[in-house]
């Protein structure tokens, strides 16, 4: 994603609820460097729902709270980014270590797979070392289902409202493999 607030450094500060406990060495693929930054919120916000801290009267509690989060930058500060980053991360976090790696973003349902080889064969390389990897499914209200999410390595997911129904812009159809707020 685009990296996550995990550290201060520099102009960066970590966000107050993620513990610094949590994180484990990540890599920025953006700026070819080990500090994965934040420049656009995206990727903390993610991080903070999958690992928000307990009990410590700061925000919400993530889903996962006791997972430890290795920050993984391959988009730039626009949420933009390209294939290249993009494999390299999933081969770096599934070589070091990495259980589950989210995939929070989404091409066009256009994008074909003889457009993303590359991304294909680390998803591929991610599943053979036994790495569960999540996509979003998309959020442009079709009924397709966007890549990464589309490949058969990835785990889809779709989003819900706050009645846990299937929200109105969220992907659907084939290959949706579940849905969550």
Request: proline share 3%; net charge negative; glycine share 12%.
């Amino acid at each position: 994603d685009t990296g996550v607030a995990y550290s201060n450094r520099g102009r960066f500060r970590r966000s107050p609820d993620l513990s610094s406990k949590r994180f484990v060495q990540g890599y920025d693929f953006v700026d070819d460097d080990p500090w994965a930054n934040d420049e656009n919120g995206h990727g903390t916000h993610v991080a903070g729902t999958i690992a928000e801290t307990a009990n410590n009267g700061i925000g919400a509690v993530g889903v996962a709270y006791g997972a430890r989060i290795m920050p993984v930058r391959v988009l730039d500060r626009l949420g933009e980014g390209d294939t290249a980053a993009i494999s390299a991360g999933i081969r770096y976090a599934a070589k070091h270590g990495a259980q589950v790696i989210n995939l929070s973003f989404e091409f066009g349902t256009v994008v074909t797979r003889t457009e993303i080889p590359d991304i294909l064969s680390a998803l591929r390389y991610a599943h053979h070392r036994g790495v569960l990897v999540v996509g979003a499914a998309g959020n442009g209200a079709e009924e397709a289902i966007a890549y990464p999410a589309k490949s058969t390595d990835v785990l889809s997911v779709g989003a819900t409202t706050e009645h846990l129904c299937l929200a109105d812009y969220s992907n659907s159809g084939a290959g949706l493999d579940l849905v969550a707020p």
